[in-house]
């Protein structure tokens, strides 16, 4: 290698950004101390159906780790068949006040994009969270660019929940695949906070195919390395409840 290109090189790995490595659990807990990168759009994938309520645990997490609040929750009336009503104990275990989530129903997928692309505008807010199910033709490249968009110029967190799907290409900064994963037990077999599996599937100009295992901590509301045993935390009801329209939730579209 000539001079010039060891030059190069150094450059670039002093440029490159601060990743933690594969399975340095006190590493990420530093890296997601602060929750994710502000103004930008974040996709949060569960691949299956039964890691939902972990993806939207991981996302609500970020968001509180990142003081980002209010939050303002959009789901459409499928997802709320299929994943059930939100399971309030579960969100207050998080750490999530009630005073800081606004819960909007919308109709189906077109009427999610039009409300997410008018929120993602909108400063008053901290965190957006679009839950989506299945494949979500919808939010394509183009409509994730202009959320990205959005994000920069309002401020705004944009967490993108895909549940039940594969990853497309998008404009979002990361990607995160997250599945469930036991917490530690706590004194008299009692559980522990709830623990996730992450995986790092993408960042925009960083490294990928990074995992950890983490445990949620709502008192310092921060990332630690999870000790494995015990059982994790539920956010959504059973979907029976679903079936009910809930007084206190807004609709549009």
Same mark, same amino acid.
Do not use: K
């Given at each position: 290698?000539?001079?010039?290109?060891?030059?190069?090189?150094?450059?670039?790995?002093?440029?490159?950004?601060?990743?933690?490595?594969?399975?340095?659990?006190?590493?990420?807990?530093?890296?997601?101390?602060?929750?994710?990168?502000?103004?930008?759009?974040?996709?949060?994938?569960?691949?299956?159906?039964?890691?939902?309520?972990?993806?939207?645990?991981?996302?609500?997490?970020?968001?509180?780790?990142?003081?980002?609040?209010?939050?303002?929750?959009?789901?459409?009336?499928?997802?709320?068949?299929?994943?059930?009503?939100?399971?309030?104990?579960?969100?207050?275990?998080?750490?999530?006040?009630?005073?800081?989530?606004?819960?909007?129903?919308?109709?189906?997928?077109?009427?999610?994009?039009?409300?997410? /692309? %008018? @929120?993602?505008?909108? #400063?008053?807010?901290?965190?957006? &969270?679009?839950?989506?199910? *299945?494949?979500?033709? $919808? =939010?394509?490249?183009?409509?994730?660019?202009?959320?990205?968009?959005?994000?920069?110029?309002?401020?705004?967190?944009?967490?993108?929940?895909?549940?039940?799907?594969?990853?497309?290409?998008?404009?979002?900064?990361?990607?995160?695949?997250?599945?469930?994963?036991?917490?530690?037990?706590?004194? /008299? %077999? @009692?559980?522990?906070? #709830?623990?996730?599996?992450?995986? &790092?599937?993408?960042?925009? *100009?960083?490294?990928? $195919? =990074?995992?950890?295992?983490?445990?949620?901590?709502?008192?310092?509301?921060?990332?630690?390395?999870?000790?494995?045993?015990?059982?994790?935390?539920?956010?959504?009801?059973?979907?029976?409840?679903?079936?009910?329209?809930?007084?206190?939730?807004?609709?549009?579209?």
């Amino acid at each position: 290698m000539n001079d010039s290109s060891a030059l190069i090189a150094r450059l670039r790995n002093l440029a490159a950004p601060a990743v933690p490595r594969q399975g340095d659990s006190r590493a990420v807990d530093a890296w997601l101390a602060e929750g994710l990168a502000p103004a930008q759009l974040h996709e949060v994938f569960a691949f299956e159906a039964d890691d939902g309520p972990s993806g939207a645990g991981f996302a609500i997490a970020c968001a509180l780790a990142g003081e980002a609040m209010p939050l303002l929750w959009l789901r459409t009336e499928a997802s709320e068949r299929q994943g059930g009503r939100l399971h309030a104990t579960g969100l207050a275990e998080l750490g999530l006040d009630a005073s800081t989530l606004l819960l909007v129903l919308v109709a189906d997928e077109p009427a999610l994009l039009r409300a997410a /692309a %008018d @929120a993602a505008r909108c #400063p008053g807010l901290g965190t957006l &969270l679009i839950e989506s199910w *299945g494949r979500a033709p $919808g =939010l394509d490249l183009t409509a994730t660019r202009r959320l990205m968009l959005a994000a920069e110029s309002s401020g705004v967190t944009v967490l993108s929940l895909r549940i039940a799907a594969e990853p497309v290409p998008s404009a979002a900064a990361t990607r995160w695949r997250v599945t469930a994963a036991p917490s530690r037990a706590l004194e /008299a %077999d @009692a559980p522990g906070g #709830p623990a996730f599996q992450v995986e &790092l599937l993408r960042q925009r *100009g960083g490294h990928a $195919g =990074l995992g950890w295992c983490v445990e949620w901590n709502r008192d310092t509301r921060n990332f630690d390395p999870a000790a494995l045993s015990g059982a994790g935390l539920p956010v959504a009801a059973d979907r029976t409840a679903a079936d009910r329209t809930p007084a206190s939730v807004r609709r549009t579209g």
